[in-house]
């Protein structure tokens, strides 16, 4: 039986058509902007932590580019996104993701 009081984060993992540099700027700009209830600090080089107003939910993102994928004469950007969430209820990760989801889309319809 542990006595540990933190849970273990939960974690989990995506694959996205960024590059780093990209991700950290809409990360830092419009997905933490004015409007938003989560703010996103750079810890260090592809880490970010994210916080939520009057909270105890944090979300780590470290992210690492991978080769990209070719696709005839285009290539296409590859990004390993990891998420390491602390202190979630449903609702607060929720949130987080439907914003992140947001604001990270990208193509048509």
Do not use: C
Not at 41 to 49: A, F, K, N, S
Request: hydrophobic share 35%; net charge negative; charged share 30%.
């Amino acid at each position: 039986m542990s006595n540990d009081p933190d849970p273990q984060p939960e974690l989990v993992d995506y694959e996205m058509g960024y590059g780093a540099d990209e991700f950290g700027k809409v990360l830092l700009g419009p997905f933490s902007g004015a409007r938003s209830d989560f703010d996103a600090v750079e810890i260090g080089r592809h880490h970010w932590r994210v916080s939520l107003e009057e909270s105890t939910f944090t979300v780590d993102v470290r992210v690492a580019e991978k080769p990209p994928r070719k696709l005839g004469l285009f290539n296409l950007p590859v990004l390993d996104v990891k998420f390491s969430i602390n202190g979630a209820e449903g609702l607060q990760r929720d949130d987080f993701f439907r914003r992140f989801h947001q604001y990270f889309h990208k193509g048509g319809g």
